[in-house]
């Protein structure tokens, strides 16, 4: 079973920056996409960036492009979301998601949260103005 554990929120003036943490557990991670998306309360999940585990390929919303980094690290089976120069329209909740594509690829077009298996917890960033 596989198991994400969101940490690294919290509360962040705009223009300042933090780092997003998962840590993944429950398989070998070589064949899945993982993946970052938010929700604001009433809205719609919102797809914020994603990484080919195996390749390191990357993928980012408009919204967060050269501000926002994904990256993993491999030994420690962690995904990681870097945010800098953050904006008031930032904040939501941050869910960590994996997708287990069953082979070994570079594709990392998985923007809809309906293409990933499994999901974290969530964790709470809010930058205030």
């Known amino acids: 079973q596989v198991q994400l554990v969101e940490s690294g929120g919290g509360l962040v003036q705009a223009g300042g920056s933090l780092r997003l943490s998962c840590a993944a557990s429950?398989?070998?991670?070589?064949?899945?996409?993982m993946g970052w998306f938010r929700q604001v309360s009433g809205k719609e999940r919102e797809f914020v960036a994603a990484?080919?585990?195996?390749?390191?390929?990357?993928n980012y919303a408009d919204s967060v492009k050269g501000r926002f980094t994904i990256s993993r690290d491999n030994g420690k089976n962690t995904l990681y979301l870097q945010m800098n120069n953050l904006k008031p329209e930032d904040t939501a909740v941050y869910y960590c998601?994996?997708?287990?594509?069953?082979?070994?690829?570079?594709?990392?077009?998985?923007?809809?949260?309906?293409?990933?298996?499994?999901w974290g917890q969530g964790t709470q960033v809010t930058v205030s103005s």
């Open positions: 998601a994996a997708d287990n594509m069953g082979y070994s690829g570079t594709y990392v077009g998985n923007t809809n949260p309906e293409d990933y298996d499994y």
């Open positions: 429950g398989r070998t991670f070589s064949m899945y996409v």
């Open positions: 990484i080919n585990w195996s390749y390191g390929i990357t």
